[in-house]
């Protein structure tokens, strides 16, 4: 006997007044938990090991916030090429909207911090103390030195892993040579000598990490993430979710091995589903915001419908048109394609200016106290400052030009300047003008620096002017 499947995919709301009760979930293995547990390895190996890549002998991914340059492999940026992290973050959250308009929560599921900490700092619980039912016991246990140490030891662990991803964040920003090696003695402990906002932000990393993979965990999801609650709005019929076929489950109960009443669904009542649940939830429930959708309930079903011999798939990755009108899913659909065409245009339009961009960059500042002055031999001067900022990785020597023209000549105070990597100056410079040519009022000039092979090439205008003398 099965039951009749609801016209809709029943969506569970939050009760955010619920008694809060610690979830100990089950560790399950399976398809889709090993892909997970391989995902979110590889991207926290990822997460570890990328800062101590090295690309030209320089940290190969450094933010470098204090001097303001930011090292990503061949390229530098600078604070005013803000406009590429801009796009970038545009493009990720693009490319999020469009994964979740066709997979759901898959980001959620397998590649979110707060999902991967979490799942780690819960396997640290399993290792010490055991497997969900040795935890609920441990926790309701009376207080004992076995307890107090168990307890003491989880938390040192969680501490300890809580510092390294502090040092792995903030060695993004302050570089690791700089973290790991400026250390000083303090009697005989070795002690980082970092400077204060080092010290804070390690602080801020590990109590922010501690706290939210050891005690704020899915709550996190349910309370704080705005992305849990406006993908709602993105999903529609043909969006992957993992749902639990409510008509071939119910009515749901539990029955003696091998047997298989008519009055039954296949739910056999076990609550495995809900125990594996790593945000502690029900998923026969519905679609709720605290599902993240790591697919362990799906894992934990399976396994039991192998056991009492039923098929597998009872709770699966479906859509709502597959599971409540029974028609296939639409995998091209309009919204996807729009969303794949802005981020085509935003891709191909962020990597032509990448590749179009020159490693060099001139900013001209006009001589504001006076905009022009004659000297002794009689010629108008207007003096200008010159930044060049060398964003190559390398060293290089530039000199300035004047775009030739009627009466006018440039004064460098040195021919050539040389920069390294990264490094910028201010050049002053002075443009002289003969009365008898150089037409009275505003004169437009253009100002090109080249490296010293030729290869960048940078060249911007600005004005002679007559005025103000
Ligand atoms: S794991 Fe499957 S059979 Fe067991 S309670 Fe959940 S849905 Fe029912
Ligand atoms: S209901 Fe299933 S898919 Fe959703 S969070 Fe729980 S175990 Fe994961």
């Not at 693009?94 to 700092?121: D, N, S």
């Not at 980082?192 to 996190?220: H, K, L």
């Not at 109960?253 to 298989?260: I, S, Y």
């Not at 790591?294 to 599971?323: F, H, S, W």
Request: some cysteine; aromatic content about 14%.
């Amino acid at each position: 006997m099965s039951a009749q499947q609801p016209n809709k995919i029943p969506v569970q709301q939050v009760d955010l007044n619920a008694e809060k009760k610690r979830v100990h979930p089950r560790f399950v293995t399976g398809f889709y938990q090993n892909i997970r547990v391989i995902t979110m390895y590889a991207l926290l190996a990822a997460f570890l090991i990328l800062p101590w890549l090295r690309y030209n002998g320089r940290q190969a991914i450094w933010f470098d916030v204090p001097s303001q340059h930011y090292y990503i492999f061949g390229l530098t940026f600078l604070t005013q090429d803000f406009y590429f992290i801009a796009a970038f973050a545009i493009i990720s959250a693009f490319t999020l909207f469009m994964v979740t308009v066709y997979a759901g929560r898959v980001w959620c599921g397998y590649a979110c911090p707060q999902t991967i900490w979490t799942h780690l700092y819960q396997y640290v619980e399993k290792w010490v103390i055991g497997d969900r039912n040795k935890r609920i016991k441990f926790d309701k246990s009376p207080m004992s030195a076995t307890k107090v140490f168990k307890r003491f030891l989880i938390y040192f662990i969680w501490f300890v892993l809580s510092v390294i991803t502090a040092a792995t964040f903030v060695s993004y920003v302050a570089g690791t040579d700089f973290m790991y090696g400026s250390w000083q003695m303090i009697g005989f402990v070795p002690f980082p000598d970092w400077p204060t906002w080092v010290w804070v932000s390690m602080f801020i990393f590990t109590f922010a990490t501690y706290a939210n993979a050891g005690y704020m965990r899915e709550q996190m999801c349910v309370q704080i993430c705005p992305y849990g609650r406006f993908q709602s709005v993105m999903f529609d019929k043909d969006t992957l979710i993992v749902s639990y076929d409510y008509e071939r489950g119910e009515p749901r109960g539990p029955r003696k091995k091998g047997t298989n009443p008519e009055h039954l669904g296949d739910c056999i009542e076990c609550t495995m589903c809900v125990q594996v649940c790593p945000t502690g939830i029900d998923i026969r429930d519905g679609l709720q915001v605290a599902c993240i959708q790591c697919a362990a309930c799906v894992d934990a079903c399976n396994e039991i419908m192998d056991k009492v011999g039923y098929p597998r798939g009872l709770i699966r990755y479906t859509t709502e048109r597959q599971l409540v009108e029974n028609e296939p899913s639409r995998v091209f659909r309009p919204r996807l394609f729009a969303y794949l065409a802005v981020l085509t245009l935003l891709c191909g339009g962020l990597l032509y200016t990448l590749i179009g961009r020159v490693p060099l960059e001139i900013d001209i500042r006009r001589d504001r106290n006076q905009l022009s002055s004659i000297n002794r031999e009689g010629m108008i001067e207007n003096s200008y400052i010159v930044k060049l900022t060398n964003k190559t990785q390398d060293e290089h020597t530039y000199r300035i030009t004047l775009e030739p023209q009627d009466g006018l000549s440039l004064q460098l105070r040195f021919n050539d300047v040389p920069l390294l990597a990264g490094e910028s100056f201010d050049m002053p410079v002075s443009i002289y003008g003969d009365p008898d040519v150089v037409a009275s009022g505003q004169t437009p000039i253009v100002l090109t620096v080249t490296s010293e092979d030729g290869k960048y090439k940078v060249s911007k205008q600005n004005v002679f002017t007559t005025q103000g003398q």
